[in-house]
């Protein structure tokens, strides 16, 4: 029964996946995040947001996952779109990422991800695309490294453990 309830989702996700493969663009990927941001939990701010974030395996797209903002009474335990969509892909099997959308409801500016979110892009690489989109749909194309320049990463950390000889942990 396992089994079977297992290779059933699979197929379903296949499919879905098919679809998206299908009609992959910049485009499809920022009107993902808008039906994100249609979900956003934000009564504090009142500023919604939608992220979709497209994993990839090589030259095959496998998963798309968007969230939205979800705010808290106790405003500092808040998540961002971005951080939970690829919570979300993480949670499921995927760490390697084509492409995500980022969107809100501003009509004369791209909405670009806070410090926080380009660190947590940055760990699945610097080259991720990452689409900054006006609420009519058009977007700028930059990269994470354009984001965040001379960042902090994993193969820093590697390096770290070949150097400290002396560590306790
Ligand atoms: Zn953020």
């Known amino acids: 029964t396992h089994t079977h309830t ?3 989702t699979h197929t379903h996700t296949l499919t879905c996946d098919l679809n998206i493969m299908n009609s992959w663009s910049p485009e499809a990927l920022v009107r993902k ?17 939608g992220a979709a974030v497209l994993a990839s395996n090589g030259t095959v797209f496998d998963a798309l996952k968007k969230c939205c903002n979800v705010e808290n009474a106790c405003y500092t335990a808040g998540l961002c779109a971005e951080r939970t969509a690829i919570s979300k892909a993480v949670s499921e099997g995927h760490t390697s990422f084509k492409a995500i959308a980022i969107t809100s409801d501003l009509e004369d500016r791209f909405t670009s991800p806070c410090g926080a979110c380009r660190q947590f892009m940055r760990e699945f690489g610097s080259q991720l ?9 058009s977007y700028k194309l930059m990269t994470v490294e354009e984001l965040l320049p001379y960042s902090f990463g994993p193969e820093d950390l590697r390096t770290g453990e070949n150097t400290v000889g002396n560590s306790k942990l």
């Open 129 to 137: 695309d990452v689409h900054l989109s006006k609420s009519d749909g």
């Open 33 to 49: 995040s808008q039906e994100a941001r249609n979900q956003a939990y934000c009564p504090y701010s009142k500023f919604r947001v």
């Open 6 to 8: 297992h290779t059933h």
